[in-house]
């Protein structure tokens, strides 16, 4: 999927999980069973803000972490 960083990858504020987690969820969102795989993008969180996947917050910090890349599959 494009530009799935502006989800983030963590739940940094309470709710989500880190990584599989939330690339799961993302692609669950997007009709397909799970995730396959998954790239994080560290740190982009100030200049392309992400929101976490399971309140869609933004976080718009340079700690935030989002996503670079998921393959998704069924």
């Known amino acids: 999927f494009e530009e799935p960083n502006r989800w983030m ?7 989500m999980g880190c990584g599989l987690p939330a690339a799961k969820k993302y692609c669950q969102m997007k ?3 799970t995730a396959h ?8 969180g ?3 803000p992400t929101r976490l996947i399971g ?3 933004v976080c718009d910090q340079g700690f935030c ?5 998921i393959v998704c599959k069924n």
């Open 37 to 44: 795989s998954y790239v994080v993008a560290n740190n982009i």
């Open 9 to 15: 990858t963590s739940g940094g504020l309470g709710t």
């Open 65 to 69: 972490d989002g996503f670079q890349k």
């Open 55 to 57: 309140t869609s917050a």
């Open 31 to 33: 009709g397909w069973a």
């Open 46 to 48: 100030a200049y392309a």
